[in-house]
């Protein structure tokens, strides 16, 4: 059980361009998701807080028009790289928590890699 | 969210234990610890997670120090498929995790 299914796995784009990640909760139901970006040989930066229903919170330095985030349906989570550059190239993850307890642990999704040229 | 430390790389013979110790010293009372792993190019996995029992579960156990300032990840026989970068972080009420660098395990043949 848990599982959380990330699409696209990867994806190469031009400069300019905006790409959307979907992230599913194949066997829950998640009211809260997270994104985060993870830069080569280095760990997990979290980027927003998706809650079901309601705005996403960024984590400081994040910006929110540049990294969109939709959290429409318990189960669904995307989110979209507006007018991506080669900076934004990076390995983005989502992840789910099941149920409402505090001790729930969070899903992982395996991840996007994201490469803009 | 508490800060962890934790070793940059250990090194484990296959079939031996591995411990993998992290500090959370500033881990405040309702904050749970929690353990993932992440292989190379995939999302991290969940391994098991305390507050603070020590918990075991089928892929490992979690030690946790009587005053909660560090525990220890245990891998009762480790095998080449648990060469990973393992993480330790801890989350409360807010339900964020705060990941650090982690611990690269090589697990020997």
């Known amino acids: 059980g848990a599982v959380v299914s990330q699409h696209p796995s990867w994806v190469i784009c031009k400069s300019g361009t905006s790409v959307k990640i979907e992230c599913r909760s194949l066997?829950?139901?998640?009211?809260?998701m997270f994104w985060y970006r993870q830069f080569p040989k280095q760990s997990l930066m979290l980027m927003a807080t998706s809650n079901e229903g309601s705005k996403a919170t960024y984590e400081q330095g994040v910006e929110k028009d540049k990294f969109l985030i939709n959290h429409a349906s318990l189960t669904l989570s995307t989110l979209t790289v507006t007018s991506a550059h080669p900076e934004d190239s990076s390995f983005y993850i989502c992840?789910?928590?099941?149920?409402?307890?505090?001790?729930?642990?969070?899903?992982f999704g395996d991840g996007t890699r994201l490469s803009i040229l | 969210d508490a800060k962890t430390t934790q070793p940059t790389s250990m090194d484990c013979a296959e079939g031996r234990a591995a411990n993998l110790p992290c500090n959370h010293s500033t881990i405040s009372g309702n904050e749970y610890v929690y353990w993932y792993r992440q292989i190379h190019s995939q999302g991290p996995q969940y391994i098991i997670h305390?507050?603070?029992n020590n918990e075991t579960n089928e892929m490992a156990s979690l030690i946790i120090t009587e005053d909660r300032k560090s525990s220890t990840l245990i891998l009762p026989h480790a095998t080449l498929r648990d060469t990973a970068v393992y993480y330790c972080?801890?989350?409360?009420?807010?339900?964020?995790?705060?990941f650090g660098k982690g611990t690269l395990l090589t697990v020997n043949p």
């Open positions: 066997d829950f139901q998640a009211t809260t």
């Open positions: 992840s789910a928590r099941e149920g409402q307890g505090t001790s729930q642990p969070q899903h």
């Open positions: 972080s801890s989350g409360g009420s807010n339900y964020k995790l705060t």
């Open positions: 305390g507050l603070k």
